[in-house]
T-cell receptor, first 114, second 112 residues
Framework: DGGITQSPKYLFRKEGQNVTLSCEQN?????MYWYRQDPGQGLRLIYY???????QKGDIAEGYSVSREKKESFPLTVTSAQKNPTAFYLC?????????????FGDGTRLSIL | QKEVEQNSGPLSVPEGAIASLNCTYS??????FFWYRQYSGKSPELIMS????GDKEDGRFTAQLNKASQYVSLLIRDSQPSDSATYLC????????????FGQGTTLQVKP
């Protein structure tokens, strides 16, 4: 079955620690995205990538980093510089980077501070 | 800055009624819109895409796009308790980057 796999489902971060959230897709999609969702809030774009080895900052990139070394994979690192990391993190992909393509989401990762 | 706005609700309807969810957007050029359903604690699921003026029907769902009024709506006929969720409207953010801008979502409660 094609889809987007995010892991882990739950993650706890200690003060001063970097943590990496995994996102893998087998849909052969070119574009991938990371969003953050806070309780009762909409989705805010962290980073996106339209092609392998290229990515751009979204609206709230500070304190986060990404890489896109393979088409299938777009991991997100939450660094210690992100002072309020507790949120629901969603990875999405779309077939191309055209604006008429819907995005499809993984199941998400819930990150909390210990 | 483009915007997509939704009434956060909650919108409460009795089982079997028609639920009407609305979304307005700021960009007159936008061509395509998407409706997502998000159950509590889960990720958004795409339920409808609409690319042209008028109505698009899929089962109990009808999406309506009115470009002149910059208005998108989702009608759910014969609402069921299982339709209780938050519904997110999304439209293109900028150019041909694939980026979408999401509304805050409308929470729908269908009461048995």
């Amino acid at each position: 079955d094609g889809g987007i796999t995010q892991s882990p489902k739950y993650l706890f971060r200690k003060e001063g620690q970097n943590v990496t959230l995994s996102c893998e897709q087998n849909l052969n999609h070119d574009a991938m995205y990371w969003y953050r969702q806070d309780p009762g809030q909409g989705l805010r774009l962290i980073y996106y990538s339209q092609i392998v080895n290229d990515f751009q900052k979204g609206d709230i990139a500070e304190g986060y980093s990404v890489s896109r070394e393979k088409k299938e994979s777009f991991p997100l690192t939450v660094t210690s510089a992100q002072k309020n990391p507790t949120a629901f993190y969603l990875c999405a992909s779309s077939m191309t980077d055209y604006s008429n393509q819907p995005q499809h989401f993984g199941d998400g990762t819930r990150l909390s501070i210990l | 800055q483009k915007e997509v706005e939704q009434n956060s609700g909650p919108l409460s309807v009795p089982e079997g009624a028609i639920a009407s969810l609305n979304c307005t957007y700021s960009d007159r050029v936008s061509q395509s819109f998407f409706w997502y359903r998000q159950y509590s604690g889960k990720s958004p699921e795409l339920i409808m895409s609409i690319y042209s003026n008028g109505d698009k029907e899929d089962g109990r769902f009808t999406a309506q796009l009115n470009k002149a009024s910059q208005y998108v709506s989702l009608l759910i006929r014969d609402s069921q308790p299982s339709d209780s969720a938050t519904y997110l409207c999304a439209g293109p953010n900028s150019g041909n980057t694939g980026k979408l801008i999401f509304g805050q979502g409308t929470t729908l409660q269908v009461k048995p």
